[in-house]
């Protein structure tokens, strides 16, 4: 099983930039797409951006141009780069990664980070 671990969530004024981290950890034969999902107070979870192992991403279009998402094979670990922030971006984000483990292919989630975007 993968362990997921993020950190970087906060409190920002709108305009403002925020790094998430997730690092992943445990028992795996390999981590292919890495990405991050947001959930709003009252909404369902959401693709935010995603990005496979080979570096090819993917975003949602309402954060195109304004956040980034990188990853560090080496290090298991994912990043979401947002800036510009806005009131609507203000969700818990959960960083999700497709693994290869012992018992196949599977999916895991993080515990979540808060972001909040004051106006």
């Known amino acids: 099983q993968v362990q997921l671990v993020e950190s970087g969530g906060g409190l920002v004024q709108a305009g403002g930039s925020l790094r998430l981290s997730c690092a992943a950890s445990?028992?795996?034969?390999?981590?292919?797409?890495m990405g991050w999902y947001r959930q709003a107070p009252g909404k369902q979870r959401e693709l935010v951006a995603e990005?496979?192992?080979?570096?090819?991403?993917d975003y949602a279009d309402s954060v195109k141009g304004r956040f980034t998402i990188s990853r560090d094979n080496a290090n298991n670990t994912v990043a979401l780069q947002m800036n510009s922030l806005k009131p609507e971006d203000t969700a818990v984000y959960y960083c999700r990664t497709y693994s290869i483990t012992s018992r196949g292919f599977t999916t895991d989630w993080g515990q979540g980070t808060r972001v909040t975007v004051s106006s």
């Open positions: 445990g028992i795996f034969v390999s981590i292919n797409a």
């Open positions: 990005i496979s192992r080979g570096g090819t991403t």
